[in-house]
């Protein structure tokens, strides 16, 4: 990357990038065929050595080779409709509103349908959290639905003993009311789930639970904000998670919190961000981290600050006494407040965490100085422990004397995305254990493998009577029940959600149910002895009742309830009516500073400590049966399938371990209480004292793709009163002496001073809008240039709001038909993303700056790939594309070899030839699949394309601006990508190409690519890159 | 006359003078008129097997697809495509010996053109497979041909691999009329020696030929020409070849040197190759008369000259990296040198610039255990300067964050074996059954020869000139 910063270029930190050093020789030319591993599910074609059987076969097959004829495949006859549906147009597709439902963010989303099955998902723009984006796993969603793996109808279980009968929905019905009957007598029904975002589902809950004497409802998330909400309950009197507002933040300060990344609601909190970082579009935001691990906020920071997990807290509390005792400021402290920061001196916690001196006066100052404007946020697991609530009450106690509460934490519109509490299901445990539970019903969650194994969850529930589970699959919990009564996907159901106070949506099915399976809400309806009183039988009557009764009565709306709720269900959004959006600041309790500890005095302890974090892909490990997020690289460390040791560079050298091209040394990693032996991934900006490992791998029972990839890391949590440890703990890491291959996409991080991502500092920026671009300014050609007399697409993307959350990634792979094609085929280099994040690091060696720019199809001018195909198959058409033939290329991959941007993806095997018949419905019938031997890449969706001329030639029109978006940009949480008509001067994409910071990736080789940069801007004080 | 031999100020006789044409036409077609040896039957065996596994392997790789070797993303091109420029590079030895000698009145080449045109042959057929297999879909192979065809698809003429087809094809052609041209009179000398069916195949290959004052007339002005159209072929066919790469944008590929330098590198590895069969060939068919250390001299000769312009080559493409200041060039030389690869540069470097500079000692020059080291050494050096050439460059282009190792799996190997394998079937083969030895040029030099030693030229008796 390039620095423009003034001054010397900064060091560049390894010499010799990593390969260089790690196999240069054939000794190491290891592995000529990578291990199997259960990705092979979905790995279409790992290319395996024939057996002698089949060698010999060939052998005569060899002989026989010229001989051999063509023959026609068998035929398959195809049937139109012979009553067709009144609504379906063949080949036209029809969008239904609904709601993700796949974590409890609650996302708006319109259900792409072709022929009745739902094929894409995409943000509903009218939602007012995600506004039209979603985030990768989001996007992945629609794949859990097609999962071969789902149970295909209820299970009557042997539990434990692993012997299942399928049952049916009556039989279950039958031994569930009689079990449920029994509990009665024996003790407490409990029903365990994950937050539940919906209102009516909810009300059901309560219905149901209320036939039952002393009946409770639990909820626990792996991924807990348990500490934010009590820390709020403390401070506010509510256990409730305040809206925060991102967009309204001049400066936003992280404390191991990543709210671009997996904190309760990435994508309203990244469509926040976004707006406040595009240079273009006013004062530009600027992001602090404080941080143990690189989280995707961090890396997007303008400033990082890499701490360990026990001093997030003293660092916070060291800002609070800034402002409070040291230099203060503040008129009206809360009380109780001054005392509580009393021993946390700038200069001792500074020393003891490691940061330059003056480090927090000046956090304190810039906090001040926007004080009002300014947002304080921490991650819930991010500290230790005992640490977890008072890092959040110190960064409540922040955002309260820098008067940011009531405008960017609003806690009058309080968000229900996060509700689980670790202490109930603790508690529970131990009241399981000691007999006190009848029945246990288990809905969302999977604590038998994400509840530490110290806690003994498996061996408590073998006391409790009657164990039930919803899962969608014989997972770790739901082997241990005696029921299994499948939930549908939520696209199989109807639902309602309320994901922040005011903002309801409906989910509404997309399809029939695949399977025999049942939707939770009308098991519990069943169950509880049919439709409760006053509802007409069905849940879908009783949620419409209900909305009958509680909403529509304040919705003012003027027509009557059945084209209201038509009208609701179009929408997929209704927002409470009289709200001007605005928060109004709760008021202080000051005795919550009471439970705030002091500074432990002293030196801390030595040695490694242990952050487990939530990856952007499977998240607490829910979507680990997904194979195209565990083929998405993780943005950091750009590793798929699996999970990994992240360990700074310098402690790895102390170490003796080091990661290699494909491959990383193991290490045993010991906490005491669990040791398991895991890769190591050398990843700078990693507090050196720190050891990260993403929870959400190691599934035993997750299904055939999720099996066995990785390792289980929540086994290193621990659960210490009353609260689940997640970081902080202290681990020792042994060299295993072994290495293990391990899937990683980019190998080489640092750009090489090449022009290919250039950045600036906002101050820069301000004075020169072109400021850090280096490009050449004469490039002469021998080509006549192409003539475009009608539309001249083009693409900018912006790498100042990219935030490489990658869910552009899986938008290209659900709306193009992108193979996944498993660890093993990753492990040779052939990954088939049409786009992908390269991620580069910059300046210090330990503490980088990070750029991620998304690299696809730059559909160049003068192409490399055009004029060296034989047969014509990769050609300019008429609008500026790079048409890829399918049908007339041949597979010489002269193509590829002469793309100096390596966009292009060849299909080494027949990858299109699924075998799971489920899987095949995923497909998008507007995007050929590809059969073995051809090159594919990025076609800027030309079917998108196609489908926006046609209909701006039915309205008789040219296509507008907005009409036609591509998929990686309709998904695009921070509006990084824009694609458009460049012919067409008033168009997003014509001025974003005009604008000061627009360059070209590698523009002196005169490719003359359709995709304009848009360069990095930094906020941050000049000369002052890291 | 012999002390100016001796000071090597001129030829010695290219063949024993007191060989009568009688013996030359007896030893000559002694291999084909014998049941072969037991030498010959435990080559021609391995030959046949490893032909063999190369086509289990090509069928395996059509019914599975290419993804069966080692390739990667940006590693579209490795072994395939080095076999492939080896093998043509191999293949031009034969032409420059036949046609560019001959127009030189080279005539010390009389012993060895016949075999190295039939290597020739046999080494372009086995290149010209690879650019078939190597593609995704071999089946669509024809799709390169520029054939009329009713949905108006034509070919890219702007590719070089639509170059590389009519080069190659050419190529083929012309080098086989001129080899089969060569053989006609030889072939009728074996025919009129021979009984039965056999005197049938050869009377057939021989097209008629009965030695004729016309037919001899016709016979050298066909041969003239077919040697004049074959000169710019040899420099041609692997111009283009290099075009494939010299075209490219890619660092590393992108070289205007490229045409000399790639011809200079097929002509060494094509002499070593000649040498390294002919060490052979000579031993096991008792031709040792024919083909004597002048010969193998003269082709050492050649390997060192050639040695060195490649060794320059390897030089100037490093100068013009460093000095042109293009950090993407200068990136790839490096990594060449010193990356993950480097292995493979320095066997490259060694066998192909450091090996040959033992040839300018006359008497390893003329030792055949040092030459035959020493050819098969280039070869290998070769093999590794094509692999180089594609893999280095495109393992690590232009962006890093693409950047890749390239690892062969064992079907990668099979292509190497096999295709040595299918070669040396052919060339066996051609041992077998045809003249390896030019008989009836060779009886021109023996007859000057005669001349020569006799001091005093006398007319040859008529009957002994052709038909001995």
């Not at chain 1, 609650?106 to 009745?116: H, I, M, Q, W």
């Not at chain 1, 309790?589 to 892909?617: F, H, V, W």
Request: aromatic share 10%; with cysteine; charged share 20%.
């Amino acid at each position: 990357m390039s620095h423009v910063n003034g001054g010397p270029k900064p060091p560049k930190y390894w010499a010799k990038p990593m390969g260089l050093e790690a196999d240069a020789g054939p000794e190491n030319a290891m592995q000529e065929f990578a291990q199997p591993s259960n990705g092979d599910a979905i790995a279409l074609e790992a290319a395996e050595p024939p057996s002698r059987r089949e060698f010999l076969k060939l052998l005569g097959a060899g002989a026989a080779f010229a001989a051999a004829g063509c023959a026609r495949k068998p035929v398959e006859k195809i049937l139109p409709y012979v009553h067709a549906p009144e609504e379906l147009v063949p080949g036209v597709p029809v969008y239904y509103a609904s709601t993700c439902g796949d974590c409890p963010a609650g996302c708006g989303v319109l259900v792409k349908t072709r022929e009745g099955r739902p094929i894409k998902l995409e943000g509903n723009k009218a939602h007012p959290l995600n506004r039209g984006a979603l985030c990768p796993r989001g996007q992945a969603s629609l794949l859990n639905l097609y999962d071969p793996d789902r149970l295909q109808g209820p299970l009557l279980y042997g539990r434990g003993k692993g012997s299942s009968k399928p049952a049916t929905w009556q039989a279950v019905d039958q031994r569930v009311t009689q079990a449920l009957g029994e509990a009665r007598g024996r003790g407490k029904v409990v029903f365990l789930s994950g937050t539940v975002t919906s209102p009516t589902t909810m009300a059901l809950v309560k219905q149901f639970l209320a036939s039952y004497p002393g009946a409770e409802h639990v909820v626990y998330d792996a991924v807990s904000q348990d500490a934010l909400l009590k820390a709020q309950e403390l401070m506010y009197g509510a256990r409730v998670v305040p809206r925060y507002r991102l967009d309204r933040a001049d400066l936003l300060v992280t404390l191991g919190a990543d709210p671009l990344g997996t904190m309760i609601s990435p994508v309203e909190y990244a469509r926040d961000f976004y707006g406040r970082r595009r240079p273009e579009m006013g004062p530009m935001m600027r992001v602090i981290a404080i941080e143990p691990v690189s989280s995707l906020t961090g890396t997007n920071a303008d400033e990082r600050l890499r701490v360990r997990p026990d001093h997030l807290y003293p660092v916070a509390m060291a800002i609070a006494h800034e402002l409070l005792v040291a230099k203060p400021r503040v008129a009206a402290a809360p009380g109780g407040a001054t005392a509580a920061v009393g021993t946390f001196e700038a200069a001792t916690v500074e020393r003891r965490a490691g940061l330059p001196f003056g480090t927090i006066a000046r956090l304190a100052d810039e906090l001040w100085a926007a004080r009002g404007k300014s947002l304080v946020m921490a991650g819930s697991q991010a500290a230790p422990a005992e640490q977890a609530v008072p890092l959040q009450l110190a960064a409540g106690l922040l955002n309260s004397i820098l008067g940011n509460e009531g405008v960017t934490v609003d806690g009058s519109h309080p968000s229900r995305q996060a509700a689980g509490s670790e202490e109930a299901v603790l508690q529970l445990v131990e009241r399981m254990r000691a007999g006190e539970i009848g029945a246990l019903l288990l809905h969302g969650v999977n604590p038998a493998y994400t509840l530490p194994p110290a806690v003994g969850f498996a061996e408590a529930l073998a006391r409790v009577p009657f164990t039930l589970s919803f899962a969608d699959r014989i997972d770790e919990t739901s082997a241990l029940a005696d029921v299994i009564a499948p939930d549908a996907h939520y696209l199989e159901s109807w639902n309602d959600y309320e994901p922040r106070a005011g903002v309801r949506s409906l989910g509404q099915p997309a399809i029939a149910p695949l399977y025999d399976v049942r939707q939770l809400q009308d098991s519990l309806i069943v169950w509880g002895g049919g439709a409760p009183a006053g509802t007409s039988g069905s849940w879908h009557a009783y949620l419409r009742d209900r909305w009958r009764n509680d909403i529509y009565p304040t919705a003012n709306a003027a027509a009557g309830f059945d084209l209201w709720w038509e009208g609701v269900l179009r929408e997929g959004v209704q927002v409470a009516q009289g709200d001007d959006g605005n928060g109004s600041a709760r008021s202080f309790r000051g005795e919550a500073m009471a439970s705030l500890p002091a500074l432990k005095p002293g030196n801390d302890a030595e040695g490694l400590q242990l952050a487990l974090y939530t990856p952007i892909t499977v998240y607490d490990g829910r979507f680990a049966n997904n194979a195209w997020l565990q083929e998405l690289p993780d943005p950091m460390s750009k590793c798929t399938w699996d999970n990994y040791v992240a360990i700074a560079p310098s402690r790895a050298k102390a170490l003796g371990v080091w990661e290699y091209e494909m491959k990383a040394d193991v290490v045993t990693v010991d906490v005491g209480h669990a040791k398991f032996d895991l890769p190591v991934h050398v990843a700078p900006g990693l507090h050196p004292d720190v050891v990260g490992i993403a929870i959400g791998y190691g599934r035993t029972a997750a299904g055939r793709v999720g099996n066995g990839v990785g390792q289980n890391a929540y086994r290193l949590a621990e659960a210490t009163a009353g609260r689940i440890g997640m970081a902080g703990i202290p681990v020792r890491l042994t060299k295993t002496g072994r290495v293990a291959p391990l899937a990683v996409v980019q190998m080489h991080n640092t750009t090489d001073h090449r022009p290919i991502v250039y950045d600036a500092t906002y101050a820069e920026y301000q004075r020169d809008p072109r400021a850090g671009i280096e490009e050449p300014t004469h490039l002469p050609t021998m080509w006549t240039p192409h003539e475009y007399t009608g539309y001249k697409w083009g693409m900018a993307v912006d790498l100042t709001t990219c935030i490489g959350c990658s869910a552009c990634m899986i938008a290209c792979m659900v709306e193009n038909n992108v193979p996944v094609v498993g660890k093993p085929v990753v492990l040779k280099g052939r990954e088939m993303h049409w786009i992908r994040i390269d991620r580069y690091y910059s300046g210090n060696a330990d503490d980088p700056d990070f750029a991620y720019q998304p690299m696809l199809c730059q559909q160049c001018e003068n192409a490399p790939c055009e004029t060296v195909c034989p047969v014509l198959a990769t050609v300019h058409s008429s609008e500026g594309l790079n048409l890829q033939v399918y049908n007339r290329c041949v597979g010489t991959r002269y193509c590829s070899n002469n793309c100096p941007y390596k966009v292009r993806r060849f299909n080494w095997f027949e990858y299109s030839n699924i075998k799971e018949k489920s899987l095949r419905l995923a497909l998008n019938p507007d995007v050929t699949v590809r059969s073995r031997g051809v090159m594919e890449k990025c076609t800027f969706c030309i079917q998108r394309i196609r489908d926006g001329k046609e209909h701006a030639k039915a309205m008789g029109t040219r296509v507008q601006d907005g009409d036609i978006i591509t998929a990686c940009q309709q998904t695009c949480p921070t509006d990084a990508i824009i694609f458009g008509d460049l012919n067409d001067p008033k168009s997003r994409i014509a001025q974003f190409a005009k604008n000061g910071r627009g360059y070209h990736v590698l523009a002196e080789l005169n490719t003359r690519p359709r995709i304009t940069y848009q360069t990095k801007i930094r906020n941050r004080e000049e000369g002052a890159s890291a | 006359m012999s002390d100016l031999v001796a000071q090597g100020l001129a030829e010695p006789p290219l063949i024993d003078p007191k060989k009568t044409f009688g013996d030359v036409t007896a030893d000559v077609a002694a291999p084909v008129e014998k049941k072969p040896g037991m030498l010959w039957k435990v080559f021609f065996g391995i030959s046949v097997l490893l032909t063999i596994q190369f086509a289990a392997e090509i069928a395996y790789q059509m019914v599975k697809g290419i993804g069966i070797w080692g390739l990667n993303h940006p590693v579209g091109w490795a072994v395939a495509i080095t076999n492939f420029v080896f093998w043509i590079g191999i293949g031009h030895a034969g032409t420059l010996i036949s046609a560019i000698l001959y127009l030189f009145r080279q005539r010390w080449r009389t012993a060895i053109n016949r075999s190295a045109e039939a290597m020739t042959i046999f080494a372009v057929m086995t290149a010209g497979l690879f650019p078939l297999i190597h593609l995704g879909r071999t089946w669509f192979a024809y799709w390169l041909l520029p054939y009329p065809n009713v949905r108006f698809l034509w070919v890219n003429f702007r590719s070089p691999l639509v170059w590389d087809v009519f080069a190659v094809s050419t190529y083929l052609t012309i080098s086989l009329c001129f080899w089969y041209t060569g053989l006609i009179p030889d072939f009728a000398s074996i025919r009129d020696r021979s009984t039965g069916w056999r005197r049938g195949i050869y009377g057939l290959l021989s097209l008629g030929w009965r030695g004729s004052e016309r037919h001899w007339q016709h016979y050298e002005r066909a041969y003239m020409m077919l040697a004049g159209l074959s000169t710019p072929l040899v420099l041609s066919v692997h111009s283009i070849v290099s075009f494939d790469f010299a075209t490219s944008i890619l660092p590393g590929w992108h070289t205007t040197i490229f045409p000399p330098y790639i011809v200079a590198g097929a002509i060494f590895s094509g002499f070593a190759m000649v040498v390294t069969l002919l060490v052979i060939l000579r031993k096991v068919f008792k031709l040792e008369d024919y083909v004597t250390v002048y010969h193998l001299e003269n082709m050492n000769k050649i390997i060192l000259v050639t040695g060195m312009m490649v060794g320059y080559a390897y030089a100037t493409e490093f100068f013009v990296a460093m000095y042109s200041g293009n950090m993407f060039e200068r990136y790839t030389f490096l990594n060449r040198a010193g990356g993950p690869f480097a292995w493979s540069y320095w066997i490259m470097v060694t066998c192909n610039v450091v090996s040959p500079q033992i040839f300018w000692f006359k008497r390893f020059r003329r030792s055949l255990p040092v030459m035959f080291v020493v050819s098969i050494l280039v070869n290998v050096g070769m093999w590794f300067e094509r692999f180089t050439l594609i893999v280095t460059s495109l393992h690590r282009d232009f962006l890093p964050s693409a950047w890749s190792y390239y690892k062969p799996t064992i079907f990668d190997y099979s292509t190497i074996v096999g295709s040595f394998g299918f070669f040396f079937m052919w060339f066996l083969l051609f041992c077998r059954f045809f003249p390896t030895i030019s008989m009836a040029e060779v009886k021109s030099v023996l007859w000057s020869a005669k001349k020569t030693a006799a001091g005093n030229p006398k007319e040859p008796m008529a009957e002994e000139t052709v038909h001995a």
